[in-house]
């Protein structure tokens, strides 16, 4: 088969641009690190100061004693990325090191996924996912601070492979190779807690009780694993970011009351809307929304078992902080400040998006061009404002902050302008 089909060489061209768009972000780019009011400096670059925190993650691969010099860090838990990594860490350090494995795993998960598209849903469907994938701000948000957040958009297209995997999985013993390995990959970051209860809502759909139990049991026992490995090695058993949930859990228990939870309820439609809006980057939820209600009006065309049971998995979390007793944390995880938690929503949208491609590409070709005219818009438009800190975008500016509003409004644009337009390398 020769490398130089088409198919190929628009699979190297989206591998392309989505590389130049990581780039454009890295740097004094970096966008977690520029949308903080006053972000700390490292390697010469601009960073989040986050950075603390994760230098202890290295500092502990690396075996660094006294253990009071990385024992405090609340981000610990999340080994992934600076295991897997562990090689380039240790020869370009800690800075190099995690911008070169982030690049490297992301564009692992790009590639996979893509080839998974391919292979389950045909060429259509996959010309779908690299449009939209090689332009997802998500992704772009992270690459430049070389923190566990970059495992997010890998972990979440792992995630829907898998299930998928066990969709197809009768023999028990596999299926828990599969749990185990679920476990695995939410050591890189704390997607458990959306995932881990939308494999079991999928078992419950099926009426696999036991396999509902089970799963929840195997998926979870890497963190139970890894937290007793921290705890031996020297790490604290409570900080601040690991109990927050255990601190609303506790205002569930013990401050519920009528008025306060009719109030919250009050305000979840505002919420609900603002929350997919921003924690997809505006463009995807809203191309979303279009070509679901055209599909279900005009095809009937539905959200399949594992998209049903991820946004169950997600709507239960959703809910859960939302409704919850006022607490009192200087993190509110209500409201619109952190749509950034919902993330990994992104999987069901872009999954959604790619079956409806495949499709409708058995109907007749003028529906098929007409649903790419769309996506290419879509996908320009996610370039221009992914490459918004370039020239000024304030739109860029607007969209980053809702993500995730950690800082001043006009911090953005405010540091590029300060730090200058230096990407790595430069």
Same mark, same amino acid.
């Given at each position: ?34 949308? +903080?009011?006053?972000?700390?400096? $490292? ?35 999340? %080994?992934? #990325?600076?295991? %897997? ?38 060429? *259509? ?5 690299? #449009? ?9 948000? =992270?690459?430049?601070? *070389? ?6 958009? *890998? ?55 036991? =396999?509902?139990?089970?799963? /929840? ?6 963190? %139970? ?32 009351? +009528? ?25 995807? *939820?809203?191309?979303? +929304? ?23 998995? $997600?709507?239960? +979390? ?51 061009? /007409?649903?790419?005219?769309? #996506? ?7 370039? =221009? ?42």
């Amino acid at each position: 088969m020769s490398l130089f089909t088409r198919y190929n060489l628009l699979l190297s061209l989206s591998t392309l641009i989505l590389v130049l768009q990581m780039w454009l972000n890295s740097g004094n780019m970096s966008v977690y690190a520029a949308t +903080l009011t006053n972000p700390h400096s $490292m390697q010469g670059y601009i960073t989040n100061y986050d950075d603390l925190h994760y230098y202890m993650n290295y500092k502990m691969i690396r075996g660094v004693t006294p253990k009071e010099e990385w024992k405090h860090s609340y981000t610990l838990r999340r %080994v992934g #990325l600076y295991v %897997v990594g562990y090689p380039i860490f240790f020869v370009f350090g800690f800075y190099w090191g995690g911008e070169i494995t982030s690049f490297l795993i992301v564009l692992f998960a790009f590639l996979y996924f893509i080839r998974f598209i391919r292979k389950k849903y045909g060429v *259509p469907a996959a010309y779908a996912g690299m #449009l939209l994938c090689s332009c997802y701000t998500g992704i772009m948000y =992270w690459i430049g601070s *070389p923190f566990a957040q970059n495992t997010i958009f *890998p972990i979440s297209v792992l995630v829907y492979i898998i299930m998928y995997n066990l969709e197809n999985t009768e023999n028990l013993k596999q299926a828990i190779l599969w749990w185990i390995l679920l476990g695995i990959l939410f050591t890189g970051y704390d997607l458990f807690i959306l995932f881990l209860p939308a494999v079991f809502f999928y078992y419950c759909s099926k009426r696999k009780w036991l =396999w509902a139990f089970l799963s /929840a049991l195997f998926i979870f026992l890497p963190q %139970v694993l890894v937290e007793l490995a921290l705890q031996s090695y020297g790490a604290l058993a409570h900080n601040e970011n690991k109990d927050l949930y255990l601190v609303i859990l506790n205002a569930w228990l013990t401050q519920f009351t +009528l008025p306060d939870f009719i109030q919250h309820l009050k305000e979840l439609p505002q919420i609900f809307v603002q929350n997919i809006l921003d924690t997809g980057f505006i463009v995807l *939820p809203s191309l979303f +929304l279009v070509i679901f209600s055209v599909a279900q009006i005009a095809y009937r065309f539905k959200l399949n078992k594992i998209e049903t049971s991820l946004l169950l998995g $997600m709507l239960w +979390l959703w809910l859960f902080l939302n409704l919850a007793p006022t607490y009192a944390h200087h993190w509110q995880l209500r409201g619109v400040d952190m749509a950034r938690i919902y993330q990994p929503l992104f999987i069901v949208m872009v999954m959604y998006i790619v079956r409806f491609a495949n499709y409708l590409s058995h109907t007749n070709k003028t529906r098929i061009r /007409a649903y790419f005219i769309l #996506l290419f818009f879509s996908f320009f438009t996610c370039v =221009w404002l992914n490459t918004g800190g370039w020239f000024e975008n304030k739109i860029t500016q607007k969209m980053y902050r809702n993500f995730y509003r950690h800082s001043d409004d006009d911090a953005y644009l405010k540091n590029i302008a300060h730090f200058g337009k230096r990407p790595l390398g430069f």
